[in-house]
């Protein structure tokens, strides 16, 4: 099993440093040696990035919501031209589109020249979120993936996959080598926001969360390997098997 079009979508802090803050070359790097080696093999990528390393909009007393989101959307932006230029400089062609008008440094999204770009081979980076305030960048991924009828969102974390609880605050917590999208609005699982994984569900749009920092964790993912956690609405035969072994061991030992 394999994916021919994906959604990446990537946190802000998956480009910053060890605390998650600015751009980290070298992270970067990383990011997009596995992106070229996936449009190598013929993988149409779509990327919406977010800007958290940049800005953090929750505790900024003295901004209203809505201008706090709009310069987060401008981080995204500025997140996308760094990923940009690292991307062709490994050799892939990319094209960045913005939700908001700023022609001087990127294209407008339009769906139709976004799924042609795709076609084409090139790399579409999606910034400044949906365009509007109130709206996650998991929303707009969400969104996005199902513009672009990708077969998969990927989305790059932190941690390696879905818990039970705060994995990094509780050695016990549980990961769960897949859910359902109802299982994850049942449990309030923090994966995604409600309106992006309602988008997803009531679309059919599987989700694949991971760590990031996992080796070749993207192609790992695209490969349609048993990485990380699966959302969608069945279990697949390759995840049930998986995690079936993992059982069989656990209680073996």
């Not at 995840?239 to 069989?248: D, L, M």
Request: proline share 4%; aromatic share 6%; glycine share 10%.
């Amino acid at each position: 099993m394999g994916y021919r079009r994906i959604l990446l979508k990537l946190s802000g802090e998956s480009l910053g440093d060890s605390g998650g803050r600015g751009i980290d070359m070298t992270r970067a790097a990383d990011i997009a040696e596995q992106i070229v080696r996936l449009t190598q093999k013929g993988v149409e990528i779509g990327i919406v990035i977010g800007g958290g390393n940049l800005w953090r909009g929750a505790g900024q007393a003295d901004l209203d919501r809505t201008t706090s989101d709009m310069i987060g959307m401008l981080a995204t932006v500025m997140n996308g031209l760094a990923l940009q230029s690292v991307i062709e400089t490994h050799g892939a062609v990319t094209r960045l589109q913005s939700a908001l008008s700023m022609d001087r440094v990127a294209e407008p999204y339009i769906r139709r020249r976004a799924i042609r770009h795709l076609e084409k081979g090139r790399v579409v980076i999606f910034a400044a979120g949906t365009g509007n305030p109130y709206f996650t960048t998991d929303s707009a991924a969400a969104l996005r993936a199902n513009e672009i009828a990708a077969e998969v969102l990927l989305k790059a974390t932190t941690v390696d996959g879905v818990y039970d609880k705060d994995p990094k605050r509780f050695p016990d917590a549980r990961l769960f080598p897949f859910l359902t999208y109802q299982e994850v609005l049942e449990k309030e699982l923090r994966v995604m926001d409600l309106t992006a994984i309602t988008l997803c569900r009531d679309n059919g749009l599987p989700v694949i969360v991971f760590d990031m920092d996992h080796p070749f964790a993207i192609e790992q993912a695209v490969a349609g390997r048993p990485i990380g956690t699966f959302i969608g609405a069945d279990v697949p035969p390759e995840r049930a098997a998986a995690s079936s072994q993992k059982e069989a061991v656990r209680d073996a030992d």
